[in-house]
């Protein structure tokens, strides 16, 4: 049984710099959540693309990137689909995103190999690739659920039957507030996501590089932040890496708080380089994290009830 497998989708990416226009290069979610979990445990990859004939080339190319230490690598070609593509450009001293096409994996049916393993990732990708990942998984102690605010508003029903098997959903906040309006709930409400998912234990709210909150279904609260500020370059991929990383340390047998600080530390390191490059450093340089510990539920409870 494998420890650790990450059902995620991949991009096909170019960067601008000036007028030049980079070559295709593999992206996303796959890559650096599993990348980044392959240095913490064995991680293998089931990922999918469309059928644009560059892919080839790109997916050997990923295949032998970091030589033997590469996780295992599945790739689902979308039959007559194309890949969710972005492009990014050099705007001051940041890479950031300026446009993005989100492909067409909504309606097909993918193929997927039937697997065991120990703790399943669903990382952020369509709905329905995920639950084709969850329903080829015969075992798995934790499962956890990544997600994006597009598929939140586009598929809540898919979301919806996934969140009712996973025990940890990472969101940024702004994903975390748009399930408790999905769910009919305020914002201060997080308390009864616990209830209408009771198999949900954990719900950790990402903040890029900043920092962000762990919401345990028991009541306890952590919040994370780097202690010191620094420069960033691009944050695309940083809650990839977050999730990746987390997920990896749970795997192992790690308690919430290590892996929230390895993730953490992991993340926040990501964010000062672009591309591949976030993979080949994080794991040099380890960037100081300040973890508090308290309660949070009956605050929250209490302002619930004013709410109403």
């Known amino acids: 049984m494998e420890k650790l497998v990450i059902g995620a989708c991949s991009n096909i990416d170019t960067v601008k710099i000036e007028n030049k226009i980079s070559k295709p290069f593999l992206n996303g979610a796959s890559i650096y959540s599993g990348y980044t979990a392959e240095l913490i445990t064995p991680t293998r990859i089931i990922t999918c693309l469309g059928e644009e004939p560059e892919n080839l080339e790109i997916i050997e190319n990923a295949k032998k990137y970091r030589d033997s230490k590469n996780p295992k690598f599945d ?83 898919k979301v919806n039957d996934l969140l009712k098997k996973v025990d940890t959903f990472f969101g940024t906040k702004e994903e975390v507030m748009q399930l408790l309006e999905n769910c009919n709930l305020p914002p201060v409400m997080i308390t009864s996501l616990f209830k209408i998912y009771p198999n949900l234990k954990t719900i950790v709210e990402k903040n890029n590089r900043k920092g962000g909150r762990v919401f345990l ?54 964010v ?17 994290i300040r973890i508090e510990e308290r309660r949070w539920k009956i605050r929250n409870e209490q302002d619930s009830n004013r709410s109403h």
């Open 272 to 288: 000062k380089h672009f591309g591949m490059k976030k993979i080949q450093i994080i794991n040099q340089k380890k960037v100081p």
């Open 75 to 157: 790739i689902i070609i979308i039959k007559g689909g194309k890949s969710f593509k972005q492009l990014f450009e050099l705007l001051g001293t940041e890479i950031s995103v300026v446009d993005k096409d989100y492909g067409n994996y909504n309606d097909w049916n993918p193929d997927v190999p039937k697997f065991e393993t120990d703790t399943l990732l669903l990382g952020t990708g369509n709905p329905i690739f995920q639950k084709a990942i969850l329903d080829s998984c015969n075992k798995a102690n934790h499962i956890l659920l990544d997600s994006k605010l597009i598929h939140l508003q586009k598929r809540m029903d």
């Open 217 to 270: 279904s028991d009541g306890t609260l952590y919040t994370y932040e780097p202690e010191y500020s620094f420069q960033e370059i691009c944050s695309d991929g940083a809650g990839d890496v977050f999730a990746g990383a987390y997920s990896a340390e749970i795997a192992n047998g790690a308690n919430i708080k290590q892996a929230i600080k390895t993730a953490a530390q992991y993340s926040a390191e990501s």
